[in-house]
Structure formats: structure tokens, C-alpha cells
């Protein structure tokens, strides 16, 4: 597994941006698929975005396309989020999570980062 710590949440204006970043370190970064997930007060958690190792074609949910958009950098073992035009609705606890390429589940996690989007 990797290690990951979150950082870039806040409070934002609806409308705003914000970047969230995830600094991964222990096993090679480059053997894992990333992605970003969040988890609103009274629901359960929910896929946001991933990228895979090399950076091929990502994909998102459908309530942040357009919006957001993930991006990795191999070389700072970093993998990203920018958030633009956030609304209310984005406010939730954003995670980080990784899956090793001989893997089928995320199976490396961050602590979250609170992400809080007012109206």
C-alpha cells in the first residue's frame, strides 16, 4: 500500500475553485491507479474521479463533469483535483485512494479533507 495525506480543503463561495492535492509515499506511485472520492454528512461515500497510472483518459462522475478535473504528477508522487464552479451540493469529505495495478479495489486511503461550499 501507499500513504497518502490530503490538503487544499476549505470554505468557498459557491462558484469558487478549489485544488485539493494528495501526496502518496511508500510503494511506487507510478503501479497505482488513483482516484478521488467524497462523502456528504448522511450519505454514503461516493466515487468522484480516478486517473490511471500513466495518466491515460479519466473519468468522472456525472455531477462534476465539466467542473473538475483530476490530474497526476509521477515525478512529485502527487495526484490532484481542481474544483471549479463548486456549489453547495459539492460539500463533503474528499479522499484520496489508490489501487494497485494487481488490484480490483482501492485498497490504499487518505484521512480526508473537508471540502465546505456555501450558498
Known amino acids: 500500500q501507499v500513504q497518502l495525506v490530503e490538503s487544499g480543503g476549505g470554505l468557498v463561495q459557491a462558484g469558487g475553485s478549489l485544488r485539493l492535492s494528495c501526496a502518496a509515499s511508500g510503494r511506487a506511485f507510478s503501479n497505482y491507479h488513483m482516484a478521488w472520492f467524497r462523502q456528504a454528512p448522511g450519505k454514503e461515500r461516493e466515487f468522484v474521479a480516478a486517473?490511471?497510472?500513466?495518466?491515460?483518459?479519466?473519468n468522472y462522475v456525472d455531477a462534476v463533469k465539466g467542473r473538475f478535473t483530476i490530474s497526476r504528477d509521477n515525478a512529485k508522487t502527487t495526484v490532484y483535483l481542481q474544483m471549479n464552479s463548486l456549489k453547495p451540493e459539492d460539500t463533503a469529505v474528499y479522499y484520496c485512494?489508490?489501487?494497485?495495478?494487481?488490484?480490483?479495489?482501492?485498497?490504499?486511503w487518505g484521512q480526508g479533507t473537508q471540502v465546505t461550499v456555501s450558498s
Open positions: 486517473i490511471s497510472r500513466y495518466s491515460g483518459i479519466p
Open positions: 485512494a489508490g489501487r494497485s495495478v494487481a488490484s480490483t479495489d482501492y485498497d490504499s
